[in-house]
């Protein structure tokens, strides 16, 4: 690499060997690496404007270019590789980023239904195969995982996430940078993570996309910074700032965020990626008066790298040359950035990444197939089975299957689906036929959307042509089961794609009750990428089974619940409401003044007056083909002080006739604090699985870390009092016990 004064022989730690670089870097070049272009064509937001690829090309030979993204596969990133290695100056490699958000180019289920797995060594082992493909493509970062809690399902990127609870968000976000890292980062098969988008944006008001937030300090530091901090405890790489303005200030700039809480308070090391032209958008905003001074509040905030907003490019020389902004604040965005290109091993070999045969072996191997496969079949929730209608027998049934979801090679994909090959995954259909034994047949009966959709695009859904539901009804006649597939199309889910309302979208809720009419042993298979409010169905439909967009092998893992060659042991990771107007309604809720109704039937209580106040499937819920009983609750002693932890165990007992897998779940509540505390909180889970009639003695530690909140002090720290601890197979039925923290 000519002009780069670095060696592979040197014995430097890698912060030397960036000081020595940064020494030799021109205030120019050094801008260069907080500047991130978008590829020539994909795009994942709002282009600046058209033609820019020219001056993209010679920003690179300027070495004025750190990072790109949206460029994939082997021959194009060795194209613009060897453009910054081999035509700039000091030919620093570029970083390489993608949104490998549940996959490359082979899917596992959206990250909300892998949530439902609650398998931690499950979604690390998912991530792990999807660095391993999308590093054999180029990829040496990934925009994940996506981090954001959220409680309001109107929010289309709710599907990208691991729903609405921190202690299961942040055990996930563990093993999703677990698996994308791994023990090395320098590793061909590692790429890194990014946590994202900090902060907040999963209470964008009334769950519109790039909404304003506005969020409580004790909500803040209870509910919605946990996973970030895991995440930086985890050894996250990099952070993603947001859209959103917090509190009245867009994160971007927002130097509470990035400054005072990452980078000093929690320690963060890496660099902080703004998102796609979040710099440039401080204007809209109305906090930045033009690109100038957008750039000044994004890099005294904190934000190291500007993606695809050229303001960073076009104003930060200027502002450091005009004394507004400190080259010191330069001098550290770029180590960051530096420290993780080395530590990539990019400095080492740039092209490490661009080998074409690994990529050709690589990509759709069978242990990725396989993984993915395992993924889907626990992210799978089986949320009512009436009569035991499943699992199916294997022969002498006919079975009707009804719904364009059934056919759908594509909306299993999800919306955030890298480079999967459109129409690639396994359908409902597909799957099932590999099961020979019984008689199958199909009818769409209506279409979900009309014309074609895209990722960028709105999409039009049908609520007019119902032409194909006479041929349902007359196929589901006189059939031992009916299989309805029904649920969302994928680019109704994810960025940009927020509703107002959560029923079945279009014609699907009247296809249904048609069929109802004439057949009500029915098996809703439900296809969607957020909660639904399908109360009709809960109340009328023996059979429903969660299967959210469920990725590339979603057909398989589909039929093989359905036969019950796996049991479902999938819990959701978001409350379903009955209706919108309970948005927001959580399990972690507080108990306020009034939480019970009068026994003299007055109207001053917390309520509701034309719903009831119970979610139509709580938190932690989903069902198993066998059953699960919960006694002989005990504590190791009911008072513990600080240093000194007890244990908490009970039997689990498989009542039922299958071999299961139980997600034990405890959650506890502090009964009167410094602030008011929810009613309960989840402080940890276990996977249990049980062969029928065995029991498990299953144990947890509790002790002063796991009960320790973000006080009216302002500081993270626990407080002697009460505490009822409850265990349980979701957040509703539990047995519980009490026990006090004291002095
Ligand atoms: C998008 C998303 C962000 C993604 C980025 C790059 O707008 O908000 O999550 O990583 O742009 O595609």
Same mark, same amino acid.
């Given at each position: 690499?000519?002009?780069?004064?670095?060696?592979?022989?040197?014995?430097?730690?890698?912060?030397?060997?960036?000081?020595?670089?940064?020494?030799?870097?021109?205030?120019?070049?050094?801008?260069?690496?907080?500047?991130?272009?978008?590829?020539?064509?994909?795009?994942?937001?709002?282009?600046?404007?058209?033609?820019?690829?020219?001056? @993209?090309?010679?920003?690179? @030979?300027?070495?004025? !270019?750190?990072?790109?993204?949206?460029?994939? *596969?082997?021959?194009?990133?060795?194209?613009?590789?060897?453009?910054?290695?081999?035509?700039?100056?000091?030919?620093?490699?570029?970083?390489?980023?993608? #949104?490998?958000?549940?996959?490359?180019?082979?899917?596992?289920?959206?990250?909300?239904?892998?949530?439902?797995?609650?398998?931690?060594?499950?979604?690390?082992?998912?991530?792990?195969?999807?660095?391993?493909?999308?590093?054999?493509?180029?990829?040496?970062?990934?925009?994940?995982?996506?981090?954001?809690?959220?409680?309001?399902?109107?929010?289309?990127?709710?599907?990208?996430?691991?729903?609405?609870?921190?202690?299961?968000?942040?055990?996930?976000?563990?093993?999703?940078?677990?698996?994308?890292?791994?023990?090395?980062?320098?590793?061909?098969?590692?790429?890194?993570?990014?946590?994202?988008?900090?902060?907040?944006?999963?209470?964008?008001?009334?769950?519109?996309?790039?909404?304003?937030?506005?969020?409580?300090?004790?909500?803040?530091?209870?509910?919605?910074?946990?996973?970030?901090?895991?995440?930086?405890?985890?050894?996250?790489?990099?952070?993603?700032?947001?859209?959103?303005?917090?509190?009245?200030?867009?994160?971007?700039?927002?130097?509470?965020?990035?400054?005072?809480?990452?980078?000093?308070?929690?320690?963060?090391?890496?660099?902080?990626?703004?998102?796609?032209?979040?710099?440039?958008?401080?204007?809209?905003?109305?906090?930045?008066? #033009?690109?100038?001074?957008?750039?000044?509040?994004?890099? $005294?905030?904190?934000?190291?790298?500007?993606?695809?907003?050229?303001?960073?490019?076009?104003?930060?020389?200027?502002?450091?040359?005009?004394?507004?902004?400190?080259?010191?604040?330069?001098?550290?965005?770029?180590?960051?950035?530096?420290?993780?290109?080395?530590?990539? *091993?990019?400095?080492?070999?740039?092209?490490?990444?661009? #080998?074409?045969?690994?990529?050709?072996?690589?990509?759709?191997?069978?242990?990725?197939?396989?993984?993915?496969?395992?993924?889907?079949?626990?992210?799978?929730?089986?949320?009512?089975?009436?009569?035991?209608?499943?699992?199916?027998?294997?022969?002498?049934?006919?079975?009707?299957?009804?719904?364009?979801?059934?056919?759908?090679?594509?909306?299993?994909?999800?919306?955030?689906?890298?480079?999967?090959?459109?129409?690639?995954?396994?359908?409902?259909?597909?799957?099932?036929?590999?099961?020979?034994?019984?008689? /199958?047949?199909?009818?769409?009966?209506?279409?979900?959307? @009309?014309?074609?959709?895209?990722?960028?695009?709105?999409?039009?859904?049908?609520?007019?042509?119902?032409?194909?539901?006479?041929?349902?009804?007359?196929?589901?006649?006189?059939?031992?089961?009916?299989?309805?597939?029904?649920?969302?199309?994928?680019?109704?889910?994810?960025? *940009? %794609?927020?509703?107002?309302?959560?029923?079945?979208?279009?014609?699907? $809720?009247?296809?249904?009750?048609?069929?109802?009419? /004439?057949?009500?042993?029915?098996?809703?298979?439900?296809?969607?990428?957020?909660?639904?409010?399908?109360?009709?169905?809960?109340?009328?439909?023996?059979?429903?089974?969660?299967?959210?967009?469920?990725?590339?092998?979603?057909?398989?893992?589909?039929?093989?619940?359905?036969?019950?060659?796996?049991?479902?042991?999938?819990?959701?990771?978001?409350?379903?409401?009955?209706? !919108?107007?309970?948005?927001?309604?959580?399990?972690?809720?507080?108990?306020?003044?009034?939480?019970?109704?009068?026994?003299?039937?007055?109207?001053?209580?917390?309520?509701?007056?034309?719903?009831?106040?119970?979610?139509?499937?709580?938190?932690?819920?989903?069902?198993?083909?066998?059953?699960?009983?919960?006694?002989?609750?005990?504590?190791?002693? #009911?008072?513990?002080?600080?240093?000194?932890?007890?244990?908490?165990?009970?039997?689990?007992?498989?009542?039922?006739?299958?071999?299961?897998?139980?997600?034990? $779940?405890?959650?506890? %509540?502090?009964?009167?604090?410094?602030?008011?505390?929810?009613?309960?909180?989840?402080?940890?889970?276990?996977?249990?699985?049980?062969?029928?009639?065995?029991?498990?003695?299953?144990?947890?530690?509790?002790?002063?870390?796991?009960?320790?909140?973000?006080?009216?002090?302002?500081?993270?720290?626990?407080?002697? *009092?009460?505490?009822?601890?409850?265990?349980?197979?979701?957040?509703?039925?539990? /047995?519980?016990?009490?026990?006090?923290?004291?002095?």
């Amino acid at each position: 690499m000519p002009g780069l004064n670095t060696s592979k022989s040197m014995s430097e730690t890698i912060s030397k060997r960036v000081d020595s670089l940064l020494l030799q870097m021109s205030l120019r070049e050094k801008v260069g690496q907080m500047n991130q272009y978008n590829g020539f064509w994909d795009v994942t937001g709002p282009l600046p404007s058209e033609g820019e690829s020219v001056k @993209k090309y010679k920003d690179l @030979k300027d070495g004025l !270019v750190g990072s790109m993204l949206n460029v994939t *596969g082997v021959p194009e990133v060795m194209r613009l590789q060897k453009i910054a290695v081999e035509e700039s100056r000091l030919g620093i490699p570029l970083i390489i980023g993608y #949104d490998v958000i549940h996959g490359f180019k082979t899917l596992s289920p959206i990250p909300l239904a892998e949530s439902a797995s609650w398998d931690v060594d499950m979604i690390r082992k998912s991530a792990e195969v999807a660095a391993t493909e999308a590093a054999a493509c180029g990829i040496n970062w990934t925009f994940a995982p996506m981090v954001d809690v959220s409680r309001d399902p109107r929010w289309g990127r709710v599907m990208e996430g691991a729903g609405e609870d921190p202690f299961l968000g942040s055990k996930i976000a563990i093993a999703r940078i677990r698996g994308f890292q791994g023990e090395e980062l320098s590793s061909i098969n590692t790429i890194a993570a990014c946590a994202k988008h900090f902060a907040g944006s999963g209470f964008s008001e009334a769950g519109k996309e790039y909404n304003t937030t506005d969020i409580s300090e004790s909500l803040l530091h209870n509910v919605v910074f946990p996973p970030f901090k895991a995440a930086v405890k985890a050894g996250v790489k990099t952070f993603m700032n947001g859209f959103n303005e917090l509190n009245g200030i867009p994160t971007t700039g927002n130097a509470f965020l990035q400054r005072t809480i990452l980078k000093e308070n929690w320690g963060f090391k890496g660099f902080v990626v703004s998102d796609w032209c979040s710099i440039g958008e401080m204007i809209p905003h109305g906090y930045a008066k #033009d690109k100038s001074a957008a750039s000044n509040s994004a890099i $005294q905030a904190g934000s190291d790298m500007d993606m695809e907003s050229y303001c960073y490019i076009d104003n930060l020389e200027k502002l450091v040359l005009s004394g507004k902004v400190d080259e010191a604040l330069i001098n550290d965005a770029v180590k960051r950035i530096l420290t993780v290109k080395f530590e990539l *091993g990019l400095f080492d070999n740039p092209y490490k990444y661009c #080998d074409i045969t690994r990529e050709k072996k690589v990509v759709g191997n069978k242990v990725i197939t396989e993984t993915v496969l395992e993924m889907a079949k626990k992210s799978i929730v089986l949320l009512k089975n009436e009569g035991h209608l499943l699992p199916l027998r294997k022969k002498g049934l006919n079975i009707a299957v009804i719904g364009a979801l059934a056919k759908d090679k594509d909306s299993p994909l999800g919306s955030w689906r890298a480079k999967a090959t459109e129409n690639s995954a396994v359908s409902v259909l597909e799957g099932l036929s590999a099961y020979k034994g019984n008689n /199958v047949t199909y009818a769409k009966g209506i279409s979900l959307i @009309k014309g074609s959709a895209t990722f960028v695009s709105e999409l039009e859904i049908n609520t007019t042509d119902r032409s194909g539901i006479k041929e349902a009804v007359s196929i589901a006649k006189n059939k031992d089961i009916v299989l309805m597939v029904l649920g969302e199309h994928a680019f109704q889910t994810g960025e *940009g %794609r927020s509703r107002t309302s959560l029923d079945l979208p279009g014609l699907q $809720q009247e296809l249904l009750e048609e069929v109802y009419k /004439v057949n009500k042993n029915i098996v809703l298979v439900l296809m969607n990428g957020r909660p639904l409010t399908i109360n009709w169905a809960d109340q009328q439909i023996p059979a429903i089974l969660e299967v959210w967009h469920l990725g590339s092998q979603s057909g398989n893992a589909i039929a093989q619940v359905l036969y019950g060659d796996y049991n479902p042991s999938g819990k959701l990771p978001i409350t379903f409401p009955k209706s !919108v107007g309970q948005i927001p309604v959580y399990y972690n809720h507080k108990n306020t003044g009034r939480p019970t109704k009068p026994s003299n039937d007055l109207v001053f209580w917390s309520h509701y007056s034309d719903q009831d106040n119970t979610p139509l499937y709580p938190f932690g819920y989903g069902l198993s083909y066998t059953s699960f009983k919960y006694d002989q609750l005990k504590l190791s002693r #009911d008072a513990f002080t600080k240093r000194e932890s007890i244990k908490v165990s009970v039997r689990l007992t498989n009542t039922g006739n299958y071999k299961g897998t139980e997600v034990v $779940q405890m959650y506890i %509540r502090d009964i009167f604090a410094s602030i008011t505390r929810p009613v309960k909180e989840l402080k940890g889970f276990q996977l249990v699985s049980l062969n029928p009639g065995m029991s498990k003695q299953i144990e947890f530690t509790i002790d002063e870390e796991l009960i320790s909140f973000y006080t009216a002090n302002q500081k993270w720290e626990a407080e002697t *009092g009460d505490f009822e601890l409850m265990i349980g197979g979701d957040s509703v039925k539990t /047995v519980s016990i009490l026990f006090s923290f004291i002095d």
